[in-house]
């Protein structure tokens, strides 16, 4: 290749001669110039419109800016010249897989695999194709450690079977390859975010291994970035006074469109937002009509989808955000390094992710006294701050779903079931709930799951129960059902929902709970494990929590045998839920209003910012 010296002479003689300005763009595209490539090969394009090199390179630019749409374009116009080039239909497949398209993605990949070409990235795309749009694992499994073949170093594919492996319960094993993922590539934050999330999900990682995770994404992505921050603790615009009437209250989530964080949150924003409180909402995300809900609850709303961490500080700032929470934690839409910039004084973590964040900048994690026992404060960069009961509300569904009455009423057999994500149903849980089948012989066991879609997953549970000696035909596995309405009506085909571990169920214990169901949980050793038990405790229902697994496998068998309590709990749940401070929204709105003002007290004390 010529360097830009001799390439730039060959221009001065013939500006008109386009292979000069392929050679440019070339170039700047090896020294990552984007901008330039694209000027380059613009240029080429013009005197040879073409020209599928200067194409190439166009194309490539955009995928570099991450503006996919706009290389999808460009792609196809070197594919109406040449229908099977398999770059072209290569680089399509890739940016419509990056765009969530994937269902589009498949005609172009079948055109890379058709060609003579070993491409890297082919199996890549193509196993992503079978994970997500067809659900076949094994396939998807096949074309993974097909590209690792093809390419030993190809980050992308580790981290596809890194969550391949965690999608089937297999936390451990996802672990093992996300770090090989981050061995190559140790500047990937997003795969950083996928090995702290994780971590929650395996009973052999301690929470030591997940503050050391965290401390370390601190120090590899925002380290630097504070310490050339020139606006940090610069808060000299705001009114410090620790007893200021009115505080200004900032919320930042990539969720603020239908998601369950709706549920969780419906309504308290409103409550919230008074004389004396100010709330603002910063969306990361595109909206929808939930989000349209929350825009009228708020005193502000500003959508920073497209803004960097930087500008979205300066707009936080003149908004004169006195508090700053984060509801997304490690999770695939977070601001992290907006917080890490500390454009608010006072910095909380709430909801997203319930675990250490790994950002000295973030100053308080909302809890309550189920969810971090005393002494465990070690486990968080954070202070911990409890509210006085539960550490979040929720809201009923909007349709009165009927309960029927229990089904061991007729079919004389106790029915227990889970339809929580298949990633908390793991080996250990599998064990513990053949263990139960052994001991409590008339009953069955219903699982529903997206994983069920595919036969061959179905054929590895089942297998997996009949090797511990539990017979098939007590096993009953159904893939998810995303109406609304027909979840909840799974409810009603059990007697006893059993809670998985480390990691319960979050707004499926809630929905459980609404449908009078009773749902044992066993009590994890972190705050992440205990999202559940809170719930529980919180709604009435200490009866339902066990300390350990022994304790957890005979509180479910000693209420399967009491056919009597069943039916009592059918009918009552409900009504003491609705009646439990998980549903006062408005003692909710004051408990946590006067949590925010007293960590700004705390805050704003002589020996802190004034």
Same mark, same amino acid.
């Given at each position: 290749?010529?360097?830009?010296?001799?390439?730039?002479?060959?221009?001065?003689?013939?500006?008109?001669?386009?292979?000069?300005?392929?050679?440019?763009?070339?170039?700047?595209?090896?020294?990552?110039?984007?901008?330039?490539?694209?000027?380059?090969?613009?240029?080429?394009?013009?005197?040879?419109?073409?020209?599928?090199?200067?194409?190439?390179?166009?194309?490539?630019?955009?995928?570099?800016?991450?503006?996919? &749409?706009? !290389?999808?374009?460009? +792609? $196809?116009?070197? %594919?109406? /010249?040449? *229908?099977?080039?398999?770059? =072209?239909?290569? @680089?399509?497949?890739?940016?419509?897989?990056?765009?969530?398209?994937?269902?589009?993605?498949?005609?172009?990949?079948?055109?890379?695999?058709?060609?003579?070409?070993?491409?890297?990235?082919?199996?890549?795309?193509?196993?992503?194709?079978?994970?997500?749009?067809?659900?076949?694992? &094994?396939? !998807?499994?096949?074309? +993974? $450690?097909?590209? %690792?073949? /093809?390419? *030993?170093?190809?980050?992308? =594919?580790?981290? @596809?079977?890194?969550?391949?492996?965690?999608?089937?319960?297999?936390?451990?094993?996802?672990?093992?390859?996300?770090?090989?993922?981050?061995?190559?590539?140790?500047?990937?934050?997003?795969?950083?975010?996928?090995?702290?999330?994780?971590?929650?999900?395996?009973?052999?990682?301690?929470?030591?291994?997940?503050?050391?995770?965290?401390?370390?994404?601190?120090?590899?992505?925002?380290?630097?970035?504070?310490?050339?921050?020139?606006?940090?603790?610069?808060?000299?615009?705001?009114?410090?006074?620790?007893?200021?009437?009115?505080?200004?209250?900032?919320?930042?989530?990539?969720?603020?469109?239908?998601?369950?964080?709706?549920?969780?949150?419906?309504?308290?924003?409103?409550?919230?937002?008074?004389?004396?409180?100010?709330?603002?909402?910063?969306?990361?995300?595109?909206?929808?009509?939930?989000?349209?809900?929350?825009?009228?609850?708020?005193?502000?709303?500003?959508?920073?989808?497209?803004?960097?961490?930087?500008?979205?500080?300066?707009?936080?700032?003149?908004?004169?955000?006195?508090?700053?929470?984060?509801?997304?934690?490690?999770?695939?839409?977070?601001?992290?390094?907006?917080?890490?910039?500390?454009?608010?004084?006072?910095?909380?973590?709430?909801?997203?992710?319930?675990?250490?964040?790994?950002?000295?900048?973030?100053?308080?994690?909302?809890?309550?006294?189920?969810?971090?026992?005393?002494?465990?404060?070690?486990?968080?960069?954070?202070?911990?701050?409890?509210?006085?009961?539960?550490?979040?509300?929720?809201?009923?569904?909007?349709?009165?779903?009927?309960?029927?009455?229990?089904?061991?009423?007729?079919?004389?057999?106790?029915?227990?079931?889970?339809?929580?994500?298949?990633?908390?149903?793991?080996?250990?849980?599998?064990?513990?709930?053949?263990?139960?089948?052994?001991?409590?012989?008339?009953?069955?066991?219903?699982?529903?799951?997206?994983?069920?879609?595919?036969?061959?997953?179905?054929?590895?549970?089942?297998?997996?129960?009949?090797?511990?000696?539990?017979?098939?035909?007590?096993?009953?596995?159904?893939?998810?059902?995303?109406?609304?309405?027909?979840?909840?009506?799974?409810?009603?085909?059990?007697?006893?929902?059993?809670?998985?571990?480390?990691?319960?169920?979050?707004?499926?214990?809630?929905?459980?709970?609404?449908?009078?169901?009773?749902?044992?949980?066993?009590?994890?050793?972190?705050?992440?494990?205990?999202?559940?038990?809170?719930?529980?405790?919180?709604?009435?229902?200490?009866?339902?929590?066990?300390?350990?697994?022994?304790?957890?496998?005979?509180?479910?068998?000693?209420?399967?045998?009491?056919?009597?309590?069943?039916?009592?709990?059918?009918?009552?749940?409900?009504?003491?839920?609705?009646?439990?401070?998980?549903?006062?929204?408005?003692?909710?709105?004051?408990?946590?209003?006067?949590?925010?003002?007293?960590?700004?007290?705390?805050?704003?004390?002589?020996?802190?910012?004034?």
């Amino acid at each position: 290749m010529k360097d830009l010296t001799e390439i730039q002479k060959s221009i001065n003689l013939d500006p008109n001669d386009p292979k000069a300005w392929i050679e440019l763009s070339e170039q700047y595209l090896v020294n990552g110039m984007q901008e330039h490539v694209i000027a380059a090969s613009t240029k080429a394009l013009e005197l040879d419109n073409n020209s599928t090199e200067a194409l190439q390179h166009l194309g490539n630019a955009y995928m570099n800016l991450n503006l996919y &749409q706009d !290389a999808i374009n460009i +792609f $196809h116009r070197i %594919i109406k /010249l040449e *229908p099977d080039n398999p770059i =072209a239909n290569l @680089a399509i497949s890739f940016c419509l897989h990056r765009l969530s398209r994937i269902s589009e993605a498949y005609p172009y990949i079948s055109k890379c695999i058709n060609s003579d070409t070993q491409l890297k990235l082919v199996q890549l795309i193509l196993g992503i194709y079978y994970y997500k749009q067809e659900l076949n694992f &094994q396939k !998807a499994f096949d074309c +993974f $450690h097909k590209e %690792i073949d /093809l390419d *030993p170093n190809s980050e992308f =594919a580790y981290a @596809a079977l890194a969550h391949l492996y965690f999608t089937l319960g297999e936390p451990e094993k996802a672990i093992v390859l996300q770090k090989k993922q981050l061995e190559i590539n140790p500047y990937n934050i997003s795969e950083h975010n996928n090995l702290l999330m994780y971590l929650h999900y395996s009973l052999e990682y301690s929470p030591e291994d997940t503050l050391e995770a965290s401390n370390n994404f601190y120090k590899i992505f925002f380290a630097d970035k504070v310490a050339n921050n020139t606006i940090q603790n610069d808060f000299s615009h705001l009114d410090l006074n620790p007893n200021k009437k009115i505080l200004r209250i900032g919320f930042v989530s990539g969720d603020f469109k239908n998601h369950a964080l709706f549920f969780w949150l419906r309504g308290l924003f409103e409550i919230m937002n008074s004389e004396t409180t100010k709330i603002f909402c910063y969306c990361n995300n595109f909206e929808d009509e939930t989000s349209q809900i929350w825009q009228k609850e708020v005193h502000q709303w500003t959508n920073i989808k497209t803004m960097v961490d930087t500008a979205v500080a300066t707009i936080i700032r003149k908004d004169q955000i006195d508090i700053l929470v984060d509801l997304s934690g490690h999770t695939a839409l977070n601001r992290l390094g907006l917080f890490a910039l500390k454009p608010a004084p006072v910095q909380v973590t709430w909801l997203g992710q319930t675990g250490p964040m790994g950002l000295p900048q973030i100053d308080y994690m909302i809890s309550d006294p189920y969810l971090v026992f005393d002494g465990e404060e070690k486990q968080y960069i954070e202070k911990v701050f409890r509210l006085s009961k539960t550490f979040a509300p929720f809201s009923k569904p909007d349709k009165e779903t009927i309960i029927d009455e229990p089904p061991s009423i007729t079919n004389n057999y106790v029915t227990f079931g889970s339809c929580n994500g298949f990633l908390k149903i793991n080996k250990y849980v599998l064990e513990t709930w053949a263990e139960l089948l052994l001991k409590f012989e008339s009953s069955k066991l219903l699982i529903k799951s997206m994983i069920f879609s595919n036969d061959n997953e179905q054929k590895r549970v089942k297998d997996f129960f009949s090797n511990k000696g539990v017979q098939n035909s007590r096993i009953i596995l159904e893939p998810f059902d995303n109406d609304k309405n027909r979840y909840l009506e799974f409810f009603n085909r059990i007697d006893i929902a059993l809670d998985p571990f480390p990691l319960g169920g979050g707004t499926t214990t809630h929905d459980t709970l609404w449908m009078s169901t009773p749902i044992i949980n066993l009590k994890g050793g972190r705050m992440s494990h205990r999202i559940s038990s809170s719930i529980l405790i919180n709604a009435g229902f200490p009866e339902f929590v066990a300390n350990t697994k022994d304790e957890y496998i005979e509180k479910i068998i000693n209420l399967a045998k009491d056919t009597d309590a069943i039916a009592y709990y059918k009918k009552t749940i409900r009504q003491k839920y609705l009646n439990s401070p998980i549903c006062d929204i408005r003692a909710f709105a004051k408990d946590l209003d006067q949590a925010f003002r007293m960590m700004w007290q705390k805050s704003m004390s002589k020996n802190h910012l004034i």
